[in-house]
């Protein structure tokens, strides 16, 4: 099946995976909309993050797509689809979870109202999944399934996907609704939205999260336009539960996060 996948390899140096999951799921959203199977474009992608003063960020980057019968790109992942037909898909795949955070990203005085102090904290590294999806769609939406282990030994943590989306047609304009809830391990969520035992060594009050689920739901847009071009568009909002949002990494008060992919690519 050959369609229009948006890839972002430059994705792979920003700090937070939501983003680069954003791509993908966008990405696989323009199938079957443009006949090509290498695009190139350009992306502005926005994230309001939920760490404390990190704030937001709007960047400009480059496109690079392929998709192939087998093979893909999507965003920072790599797959490999086992199975497909009409309604079921089975794929396997690595990606990149940018997560990552440094210290110095922080704000020192949103974390001073949380009772932390900046240079008692330790990077939050990026690292690499490796997982299986399954996807199944038929006149009621479409049910994506996706389940991905760290195994770069970061956080040693899983996350499994579970989201349920709607196309619809408006023209030549393609409209994704989408709602669903990722589920963390509690090694992934301690990690990223945890206090890590050598930040309590340096004096830093111990918070452990454990296993957490966050709800998301997100608007697509794919747009084809003179033959070989698309407009691809996606706005995602994730509510914290409360286990994340009472984080001391987390800016007081905040109980969400947004972000914006706007990309244009042409189909060779």
């Known amino acids: 099946m050959l369609a ?14 939501a983003l680069a999951q954003v791509v993908e799921r966008t990405d696989a959203k323009a199938q079957d909309q443009l006949p090509s199977r290498w695009s190139a474009g350009v992306a502005v992608v926005h994230r309001d993050s939920e760490y404390a003063g990190e704030g937001t960020r709007t960047r400009l980057y480059p496109n690079i797509a392929y998709d192939g019968d087998r093979f893909y790109l999507r965003g920072a992942a790599l797959g490999y689809r086992a199975y497909t037909d009409d309604r ?6 690595i990606a990149g979870r940018l997560d990552g955070l440094d210290a110095d990203d922080f704000g020192v005085a949103e974390l001073a109202r949380r009772g932390v102090d900046r240079r008692l904290l330790s990077d939050r590294d990026d690292s690499v999944d490796v997982g299986v999806g399954a996807s199944w769609k038929g006149a009621a939406g479409k049910l994506d399934l996706d389940a991905r282990v760290d195994v770069s030994g970061t956080s040693d943590g899983y996350a499994v996907t579970l989201d ?4 619809l047609t408006l023209g030549r304009t ?3 609704p989408s709602v669903g809830a990722v589920r963390l391990s509690a090694d992934m969520a301690d ?5 890590l035992d050598e930040e309590v060594a340096r004096g830093v009050a111990a918070y452990r999260p454990g296993a957490a689920t966050v709800p998301r739901a997100s608007l697509s847009l794919v747009h084809p336009f003179a033959k070989r071009w698309a407009l691809l568009g996606n706005l995602e909002y994730r509510a914290l539960p409360d286990v994340l949002k ?9 109980d969400n996060s947004t972000s914006l992919f706007v990309g244009i690519s042409r189909g060779f």
């Open 174 to 176: 393609t409209l994704v």
């Open 164 to 167: 349920y989306s709607y196309p």
């Open 4 to 17: 229009l996948r948006v890839c972002t390899p430059l994705l792979l140096l920003l700090p937070f995976s």
């Open 88 to 93: 079921f898909e089975l794929r396997t795949f």
């Open 191 to 195: 990690y990223y939205y945890g206090i």
């Open 246 to 254: 009472d984080s001391p990494l987390v800016e007081l008060g905040k």
